[in-house]
């Protein structure tokens, strides 16, 4: 026993000496405008630490407004002042103007502040702008009035597209959807096309353009990319009923529930799921006329092996699958099918089953799993399918214990997310003019270069896994016996009411 303890003492010890060794290490950049954030919750917290590690002298010049007081404490320690200020449609041009000069910096971590308005007004300010999701303003997820296509991200992306063309590619930089997924899981599957290249044997390449990259991904037979996520974190104290809890924003997580689900749809796919409808005809993106929520689909982690999780709906599905698409004579000739899977911890899991079927009614209380975290992890990464060794993962493995040797009061799932924000400030910074941009447009090497220290550990790892596995042993299923990456294995069985 005292042996254990002692082992266990020099481990974290070094631990300890590692992560204090690789913040010293840090070349700090710097920064000459003033910080200002909308919104302090799990991610805006967890991001201030990281911005004094990497931009010089940011004591006393970073602001934070936050409709809520949860974050001053923290906000304070971390040398920000704190304006307890709700932005709205009518109020927020009055009261930025009231802490932004041009040249500032201004940081979206909320939910429900709209992306669009505040690149809009970065760019009159010519300030440079981030956030790690695209937000609209509130009466979007959560509105029946609105035609179903209109509340999925598909259509609120294709808005901040037509935005980036007419800002012009040279505007004050604003980079969207810049945490982990979407964010850092862009730079992960360009990192694993390099890795497959390379262990295939194939000739060393290194693509620049967009072009370049969907060559390498069909030449590699990539047919489906998912982006897998399995988080494990729990408490000591579980889930009891009326209660809905999460490792990050509840109300953002709700609002994920609550979208149809979405993916894009591949070259390597036939049959399109029923009840799918293509956004417009031949953009090879997809919407379900059901909720994310009860829409399960199979995927695999190192650490977990096979499961089941939502078909969530995220940017990086579209922005990834656009990327590497390859159109001939204006027809898509190549496109991997992109989706995420998603199995939060396991009493967001619970959560939003009773909240589905309690008829969307929240839950009266909402438990944010932040110091009470005992065990578990975040497993998040690329799974590039369809090619020579069937698939490839790559990705994070994020441990509760180190994440908190990063930032003490941040989790698994917030550290993740900061890694992605902070390789984006940064690039905002040394790149100011480079327009609207999704995190394709980022230098990979770059934001892995800077992001690697709080991913925990990075594993590359092969499986012979297919959603096949288990499948119609007990229960019949219309399975592709012959192709196990289709979206018609992926996908669970009542979508298509076989
Ligand atoms: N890309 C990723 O990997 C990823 C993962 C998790 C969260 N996110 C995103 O990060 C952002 C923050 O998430 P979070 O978990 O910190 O959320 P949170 O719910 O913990 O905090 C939200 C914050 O926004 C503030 N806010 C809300 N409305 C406001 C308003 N009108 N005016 C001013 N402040 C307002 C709240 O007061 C709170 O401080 C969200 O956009 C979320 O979707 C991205």
Redesign the pocket.
Known sequence: MIWTIIILLIYNKIHNERTKSMVRSIKKQSFEGNIIM?????????LLPLIHRHIENMHGCITV????E??RGIAERNGAQFIH????PGS?RNILNQYVRKGDFLL??????SSMDLIRFCYEKKMLYV?????P??GVFDNPMLELQDRTNYAIRNKLLKLATELGSDSPTAIV?????????SHFVKQALISLNHQFGNPPVSPESREEWATLAKDLNISTIQISERDTQACQRPKRQGEFINT??????I??LMQPAEFSFGTSEEILPKGAHEHQEGSGTIFLKRPGASTFARSWTPSTGGFQGMLIS?DEVFSIADYLTIRTNNKITYRPTVMFVYHPCDDAMLSALELEGNGWVRQPKLR?LESDITEGRDELGVLLAGHQRNAFWFGSQLNIEKARQIVPYANA??M??VA??IAAIIWAIQNPTKGLVEPEALDYKQCLTIAKPYLGTLIEEYTDWTPLEGRGKYFAEKLDEQNPWRIQNIRSRQWFGD
Do not use: R
């Not at 407004?65 to 809520?68: G, I, K, Q, T």
């Not at 200020?85 to 709205?88: K, N």
């Not at 956030?131 to 937000?135: H, R």
């Not at 959807?177 to 899981?185: E, S």
């Open positions: 909308v919104g302090c919750g799990s991610i805006g917290q967890a407004l936050s409709a809520s949860s974050g200020s709700i932005l709205t927020y979206n971590m909320s939910v429900g502040v956030d790690t999701s695209i937000e303003w509130p959807d810049h945490g982990a997924n979407p964010g850092i899981v990050w924003s509840i109300e953002g997580f609002d994920e995220h944010k799932t917030t993740q997310v992605g924000a």
